[in-house]
T-cell receptor, first 115, second 115 residues
Framework: DSGVTQTPKHLITATGQRVTLRCSPR?????VYWYQQSLDQGLQFLIQ???????AKGNILERFSAQQFPDLHSELNLSSLELGDSALYFC??????????????FGPGTRLLVL | AQSVTQLDSQVPVFEEAPVELRCNYS??????LFWYVQYPNQGLQLLLK??????LVKGINGFEAEFNKSQTSFHLRKPSVHISDTAEYFC?????????????FGKGTKLTVNP
């Protein structure tokens, strides 16, 4: 158990809909990362938050957005869903005090299926 | 931009045999290197990481990896595998000089250990 929790575990929805994925980082971690894992693209970095502020953006679509709240949990919002958005979405966290040498701890993921 | 190549998408081996999973990275600057393991239906777990110093890095579960700067490689090895090592293994890099702590992952290598 990494200490990172993600809800829900599974999500089935229809094209055009909007969903929210939730992540609670390890206790004390200030950085939260979102990654998408799909068969064709592999594991891709989406976005990073540090202590409530956006720190870096990767290959995140405009239809996707995220935020980190004062209690440090994070939400990833996916809207106008398309079939190709079906994937496993991981959240990871790290202390945020030692830069890119830090270990990122991954949650169990949310599996999204868009029908 | 950084990239990671995992040369083998699938590696089948017999139990108690040695294994090497290959990873090459592409970067003109120094990087930090990581190996993560993903067991079926689980999140990613850190096996080991190279930050600096000794080029031979020992990790959990008997795995080790060797950093070779001239060949830009970071191959993962285990002298004797067990059935329980069956999983997908991901090599990743992060940039010490970058403005983000994001990880760039390879496509993964599926290790199957057969009895």
């Amino acid at each position: 158990d990494s200490g990172v929790t993600q809800t829900p575990k599974h999500l089935i929805t229809a094209t055009g809909q909007r969903v929210t994925l939730r992540c609670s980082p390890r206790s004390g971690d200030l950085s939260v990362y979102w990654y998408q894992q799909s068969l064709d693209q592999g594991l891709q970095f989406l976005i990073q938050y540090y202590n409530g502020e956006e720190r870096a953006k990767g290959n995140i679509l405009e239809r996707f957005s995220a935020q980190q709240f004062p209690d440090l949990h994070s939400e990833l919002n996916l809207s106008s869903l398309e079939l190709g958005d079906s994937a496993l979405y991981f959240c990871a966290s790290s202390p945020g005090t030692s830069g890119s040498r830090e270990t990122q701890y991954f949650g169990p993921g949310t599996r999204l299926l868009v029908l | 931009a950084q990239s990671v190549t995992q040369l083998d998408s699938q590696v089948p081996v017999f139990e108690e045999a040695p294994v090497e999973l290959r990873c090459n990275y592409s970067s003109s600057v120094s990087v930090y290197l990581f190996w993560y393991v993903q067991y079926p239906n689980q999140g990613l777990q850190l096996l080991l990481k190279y930050l600096s110093g000794s080029t031979l890095v020992k990790g959990i579960n008997g795995f080790e990896a060797e950093f070779n700067k001239s060949q830009t490689s970071f191959h993962l090895r285990k002298p004797s595998v067990h059935i329980s090592d069956t999983a997908e293994y991901f090599c990743a890099v992060s940039d010490p000089q970058g403005g983000s702590e994001k990880l760039v992952f390879g496509k993964g290598t599926k290790l199957t250990v057969n009895p």
